[in-house]
T-cell receptor, first 115, second 112 residues
Framework: DAMVIQNPRYQVTQFGKPVTLSCSQT?????MYWYQQKSSQAPKLLFH???????NEADTPDNFQSRRPNTSFCFLDIRSPGLGDAAMYLC??????????????FGPGTRLTVL | GDSVTQMEGPVTLSEEAFLTINCTYT??????LFWYVQYPGEGLQLLLK?????DKGSNKGFEATYRKETTSFHLEKGSVQVSDSAVYFC???????????FGKGITLSVRP
Protein backbone atom coordinates (compact mmCIF):
# COMPACT_ATOMS: atom_id res chain seq x y z
CA ASP A 1 0.00 0.00 0.00
CA ALA A 2 1.11 3.52 -0.75
CA MET A 3 1.99 5.25 2.45
CA VAL A 4 3.97 7.73 4.51
CA ILE A 5 6.67 6.17 6.68
CA GLN A 6 8.47 7.80 9.56
CA ASN A 7 11.56 6.50 11.30
CA PRO A 8 12.19 6.02 14.07
CA ARG A 9 8.81 5.93 15.85
CA TYR A 10 10.50 6.89 19.11
CA GLN A 11 13.68 8.93 19.42
CA VAL A 12 15.51 9.88 22.58
CA THR A 13 18.23 12.51 22.48
CA GLN A 14 20.17 14.58 24.94
CA PHE A 15 19.83 18.28 25.46
CA GLY A 16 21.85 20.03 22.76
CA LYS A 17 22.69 16.86 20.80
CA PRO A 18 21.69 17.11 17.12
CA VAL A 19 19.00 14.73 15.95
CA THR A 20 17.54 13.85 12.55
CA LEU A 21 14.08 12.48 11.90
CA SER A 22 13.23 10.91 8.58
CA CYS A 23 10.15 10.60 6.43
CA SER A 24 9.62 8.68 3.22
CA GLN A 25 6.60 8.31 0.97
CA THR A 26 5.50 5.96 -1.76
CA UNK A 27 2.62 8.19 -2.89
CA UNK A 28 4.76 10.22 -5.30
CA UNK A 29 3.27 13.41 -3.90
CA UNK A 30 5.01 16.66 -4.72
CA UNK A 31 4.37 18.37 -1.38
CA MET A 32 5.82 17.25 1.94
CA TYR A 33 5.14 18.83 5.33
CA TRP A 34 6.65 18.70 8.79
CA TYR A 35 4.47 19.38 11.81
CA GLN A 36 5.24 19.59 15.51
CA GLN A 37 2.49 18.40 17.84
CA LYS A 38 2.70 18.87 21.58
CA SER A 39 0.47 17.09 24.04
CA SER A 40 -3.24 17.91 23.72
CA GLN A 41 -2.60 20.43 20.95
CA ALA A 42 -3.24 20.64 17.25
CA PRO A 43 -0.32 20.03 14.88
CA LYS A 44 1.75 23.12 14.18
CA LEU A 45 3.27 23.47 10.72
CA LEU A 46 7.04 23.97 10.75
CA PHE A 47 7.72 24.04 6.98
CA HIS A 48 6.83 22.38 3.74
CA UNK A 49 8.37 21.57 0.39
CA UNK A 50 6.67 21.95 -2.93
CA UNK A 51 8.98 19.74 -4.97
CA UNK A 52 12.34 21.25 -4.01
CA UNK A 53 10.92 24.65 -3.18
CA UNK A 54 11.30 25.12 0.60
CA UNK A 55 8.71 27.15 2.52
CA ASN A 56 9.48 28.01 6.11
CA GLU A 57 6.82 29.20 8.55
CA ALA A 58 7.62 32.61 9.98
CA ASP A 59 7.63 31.39 13.58
CA THR A 60 9.67 28.22 13.05
CA PRO A 61 12.87 28.52 15.11
CA ASP A 62 16.21 28.49 13.29
CA ASN A 63 17.05 25.40 15.33
CA PHE A 64 14.83 23.43 12.96
CA GLN A 65 16.11 22.67 9.47
CA SER A 66 14.93 20.39 6.71
CA ARG A 67 16.29 18.61 3.67
CA ARG A 68 14.53 16.96 0.77
CA PRO A 69 17.09 15.14 -1.36
CA ASN A 70 14.47 13.61 -3.69
CA THR A 71 10.71 13.24 -4.11
CA SER A 72 10.45 10.31 -1.73
CA PHE A 73 12.47 11.47 1.27
CA CYS A 74 12.40 14.41 3.63
CA PHE A 75 14.42 14.97 6.81
CA LEU A 76 13.91 17.13 9.86
CA ASP A 77 17.12 18.22 11.59
CA ILE A 78 17.04 19.70 15.07
CA ARG A 79 20.45 21.25 15.56
CA SER A 80 20.41 21.75 19.32
CA PRO A 81 17.32 20.21 20.90
CA GLY A 82 15.97 21.83 24.01
CA LEU A 83 13.56 20.43 26.54
CA GLY A 84 10.79 22.42 24.87
CA ASP A 85 11.33 20.53 21.61
CA ALA A 86 10.04 17.29 23.07
CA ALA A 87 6.97 16.52 21.01
CA MET A 88 5.46 14.32 18.34
CA TYR A 89 6.76 15.19 14.88
CA LEU A 90 4.44 14.42 12.02
CA CYS A 91 5.27 14.21 8.36
CA UNK A 92 2.54 14.62 5.77
CA UNK A 93 2.26 14.66 1.98
CA UNK A 94 -0.16 15.98 -0.56
CA UNK A 95 -0.41 16.78 -4.24
CA UNK A 96 -1.51 20.01 -5.79
CA UNK A 97 -3.08 18.65 -8.96
CA UNK A 98 -5.64 16.06 -9.87
CA UNK A 99 -8.27 14.16 -7.92
CA UNK A 100 -7.80 14.26 -4.19
CA UNK A 101 -5.49 17.24 -4.40
CA UNK A 102 -4.85 19.12 -1.19
CA UNK A 103 -5.69 16.13 1.02
CA UNK A 104 -2.84 15.59 3.39
CA UNK A 105 -1.70 12.06 4.22
CA PHE A 106 0.07 11.73 7.55
CA GLY A 107 2.72 9.35 8.75
CA PRO A 108 2.50 7.71 12.18
CA GLY A 109 4.80 10.29 13.74
CA THR A 110 8.07 10.23 15.66
CA ARG A 111 7.87 10.83 19.40
CA LEU A 112 10.95 12.82 20.44
CA THR A 113 12.13 12.81 24.03
CA VAL A 114 14.86 15.23 25.14
CA LEU A 115 16.77 14.33 28.29
CA GLY B 1 -7.05 35.07 8.61
CA ASP B 2 -8.45 31.57 8.39
CA SER B 3 -9.56 29.89 11.60
CA VAL B 4 -11.41 26.82 12.83
CA THR B 5 -13.35 26.66 16.08
CA GLN B 6 -14.26 23.37 17.68
CA MET B 7 -16.48 22.79 20.67
CA GLU B 8 -14.74 22.38 24.00
CA GLY B 9 -13.99 18.89 25.21
CA PRO B 10 -13.47 16.26 26.31
CA VAL B 11 -16.59 14.35 25.39
CA THR B 12 -17.51 11.09 27.13
CA LEU B 13 -20.31 8.93 25.76
CA SER B 14 -21.69 5.48 26.33
CA GLU B 15 -21.47 2.94 23.53
CA GLU B 16 -24.25 3.29 20.94
CA ALA B 17 -24.92 6.92 21.88
CA PHE B 18 -25.37 9.62 19.23
CA LEU B 19 -22.38 11.85 18.60
CA THR B 20 -22.21 15.45 17.45
CA ILE B 21 -18.96 17.42 17.43
CA ASN B 22 -19.38 21.03 16.37
CA CYS B 23 -17.01 22.82 14.03
CA THR B 24 -17.30 26.31 12.59
CA TYR B 25 -14.85 28.15 10.41
CA THR B 26 -13.79 31.55 9.14
CA UNK B 27 -12.08 31.67 5.77
CA UNK B 28 -11.54 33.84 2.74
CA UNK B 29 -12.56 32.20 -0.48
CA UNK B 30 -14.05 28.73 -0.69
CA UNK B 31 -12.29 26.29 1.61
CA UNK B 32 -12.18 22.52 1.50
CA LEU B 33 -13.14 21.07 4.88
CA PHE B 34 -11.80 18.00 6.60
CA TRP B 35 -12.18 15.89 9.69
CA TYR B 36 -9.06 14.07 10.86
CA VAL B 37 -8.92 11.44 13.61
CA GLN B 38 -5.91 10.65 15.77
CA TYR B 39 -5.81 7.44 17.76
CA PRO B 40 -3.50 7.28 20.80
CA GLY B 41 0.17 7.34 19.81
CA GLU B 42 -0.61 7.57 16.10
CA GLY B 43 -0.54 10.14 13.32
CA LEU B 44 -3.60 11.79 11.87
CA GLN B 45 -5.91 9.89 9.54
CA LEU B 46 -8.31 11.58 7.17
CA LEU B 47 -11.82 10.63 8.30
CA LEU B 48 -13.88 12.53 5.72
CA LYS B 49 -13.89 15.65 3.61
CA UNK B 50 -16.10 18.02 1.64
CA UNK B 51 -14.89 20.38 -1.04
CA UNK B 52 -17.92 22.57 -1.76
CA UNK B 53 -21.11 23.86 -0.19
CA UNK B 54 -23.79 21.24 0.59
CA ASP B 55 -21.36 18.37 0.04
CA LYS B 56 -21.70 15.59 2.59
CA GLY B 57 -18.60 13.65 3.54
CA SER B 58 -19.06 10.21 5.07
CA ASN B 59 -16.88 7.36 6.26
CA LYS B 60 -17.11 4.58 8.88
CA GLY B 61 -20.58 5.75 9.93
CA PHE B 62 -19.44 9.34 10.44
CA GLU B 63 -20.98 12.17 8.43
CA ALA B 64 -20.48 15.92 8.07
CA THR B 65 -22.19 18.40 5.75
CA TYR B 66 -20.51 21.56 4.43
CA ARG B 67 -22.89 24.38 5.40
CA LYS B 68 -21.80 27.62 3.82
CA GLU B 69 -24.68 29.66 5.26
CA THR B 70 -23.68 28.78 8.82
CA THR B 71 -19.95 28.26 8.06
CA SER B 72 -20.13 24.91 9.80
CA PHE B 73 -18.98 21.33 9.29
CA HIS B 74 -20.35 19.41 12.28
CA LEU B 75 -19.36 15.76 12.68
CA GLU B 76 -22.07 13.21 13.53
CA LYS B 77 -22.36 9.50 14.12
CA GLY B 78 -25.54 7.69 14.98
CA SER B 79 -24.06 5.01 17.24
CA VAL B 80 -20.53 5.31 18.60
CA GLN B 81 -18.31 2.39 19.51
CA VAL B 82 -15.51 2.03 22.03
CA SER B 83 -13.10 1.90 19.08
CA ASP B 84 -14.12 5.46 18.13
CA SER B 85 -12.28 6.79 21.18
CA ALA B 86 -9.73 9.22 19.75
CA VAL B 87 -8.98 12.90 19.17
CA TYR B 88 -10.90 14.54 16.36
CA PHE B 89 -9.61 17.58 14.45
CA CYS B 90 -11.61 19.77 12.12
CA UNK B 91 -9.50 21.51 9.47
CA UNK B 92 -9.81 23.70 6.41
CA UNK B 93 -7.72 24.36 3.32
CA UNK B 94 -8.11 27.38 1.06
CA UNK B 95 -5.07 27.15 -1.16
CA UNK B 96 -4.20 30.78 -0.45
CA UNK B 97 -1.30 29.69 1.73
CA UNK B 98 -1.12 26.00 0.77
CA UNK B 99 -1.62 24.75 4.29
CA UNK B 100 -4.22 23.24 6.58
CA UNK B 101 -5.70 25.28 9.40
CA PHE B 102 -6.63 23.02 12.30
CA GLY B 103 -9.06 23.40 15.15
CA LYS B 104 -7.82 22.61 18.63
CA GLY B 105 -9.13 19.06 18.54
CA ILE B 106 -11.50 17.31 20.86
CA THR B 107 -11.01 14.07 22.77
CA LEU B 108 -13.81 11.54 22.54
CA SER B 109 -14.00 8.71 25.06
CA VAL B 110 -16.60 5.99 24.58
CA ARG B 111 -17.47 3.77 27.56
CA PRO B 112 -18.59 0.15 27.08
Amino acid sequence: DAMVIQNPRYQVTQFGKPVTLSCSQTLNHNVMYWYQQKSSQAPKLLFHYYDKDFNNEADTPDNFQSRRPNTSFCFLDIRSPGLGDAAMYLCATSRLEGQGRNEQFFGPGTRLTVL
Amino acid sequence: GDSVTQMEGPVTLSEEAFLTINCTYTATGYPSLFWYVQYPGEGLQLLLKATKADDKGSNKGFEATYRKETTSFHLEKGSVQVSDSAVYFCALYTGANSKLTFGKGITLSVRP
